[in-house]
């Protein structure tokens, strides 16, 4: 194995029981999070004026660590094809989102030397680092799934969501203009208790005061938590829907490990790896695991699902 195929698998964790590659991985999700900290903690004048030197160190090693990360990941991109172009390969992964996000965590600090960025400004940038979390989160990983494959759907409903808001503001225009000119002066002037009243119950900042505005107001209010509701209607659908793949997925590979009518130390091992990789709990393996065992007529597990106990010396 070359050089560049071992630094794609540690990197990649195309072998997810590489102590190596755990080890680089827990290491890069610390340094994400001190970095996170770091960020917060700066705003803070009497802690950033103290401890400055330190909050400096950090950003430099990081900074230098993010960066010799992003270039591995973009000379090992080609081993995702290795029959095809290895330029082709590096640019379409330079291209997607993750390669993305791991070149603006460390964009800001290279364009400080050329561009002159406000403090505060390149601070708040660095936040963005915590979307490198991404990379080693199930969770997040399952979250923008469900926004890739569902975004049509998010797309109808905040395009919904966009001509209620211009009605709803062109309504209170033409109510409320004449009562409070200052503040429904204009439709764009309105569009702000447009928005607050469709997405929450309003702020109370601006509100209707004559009586067909406030009953105007009453319907938009109603009509709002209706809408508010269904962006999270599609993810929560969404979310349930990928969980079921999930689940279905870790199902067949242990109906394929039970073909035989055992599940020997190796099989265990790569269900616990892919348990791992999909996100899935412990006790829902066992529970999947248990139900294939249970109707399964043939199938025979090598330990209990429940205790861990080894079940081959009782056959």
């Not at 399952?142 to 494959?149: A, P």
């Amino acid at each position: 194995m070359s050089i560049r195929q071992q630094l794609h698998t540690i990197l990649e964790r195309s072998n997810r029981g590489d102590p190596v590659g755990r080890c680089i991985e827990f290491s890069l999700v610390v340094l994400i999070s001190l970095n996170v900290i770091c960020v917060i903690l700066e705003t803070v004048d009497s802690i950033y004026a103290r401890f400055a030197v330190h909050f400096q160190a950090i950003e430099i090693i990081s900074v230098a660590v993010f960066t010799v990360e992003y270039l591995a990941r973009l000379w090992c991109s080609a081993e995702n094809a290795p029959g095809g172009s290895a330029l082709g390969e590096r640019i379409r992964y330079a291209c997607s989102p993750l390669a993305i996000i791991d070149l603006l965590a460390i964009a800001p600090f290279y364009l400080s030397f050329f561009l002159a960025f406000d403090l505060r400004f390149l601070r708040v940038l660095r936040l963005l680092r915590i979307f490198k979390l991404t990379r080693y989160s199930s969770a997040m990983t399952m979250l923008l799934d469900v926004f890739r494959q569902e975004a049509s759907a998010f797309f109808a409903g905040f395009f919904i969501l966009m001509v209620l808001l211009i009605l709803t503001a062109s309504g209170a225009y033409l109510v409320e203009q004449g009562a409070q000119p200052e503040k429904f002066g204009s439709i764009p002037d309105a569009m702000w208790w447009a928005t607050a009243t469709l997405t929450t119950v309003g702020y109370g900042d601006v509100t209707p005061i004559t009586p067909l505005g406030k009953f105007f107001g009453a319907c938009v209010t109603v009509i709002g938590i209706g809408m508010a509701a269904l962006p999270a209607g599609i993810l929560a659908s969404g979310l349930a829907d990928q969980l079921r793949r999930k689940r279905e997925q870790l199902t067949e590979q242990y109906r394929q490990a039970l073909e035989d009518g055992v599940i020997d130390a190796e099989e265990e091992k790569e269900l616990e790896e892919l348990r791992k990789t999909l996100g899935l709990s412990k006790l829902l393996a066992d529970e999947v695991l248990a139900n294939m065992a249970a109707h399964g007529p043939s199938a025979r597990l090598r330990h209990c699902p429940q205790c861990g106990a080894d079940l081959s010396r009782h056959h």
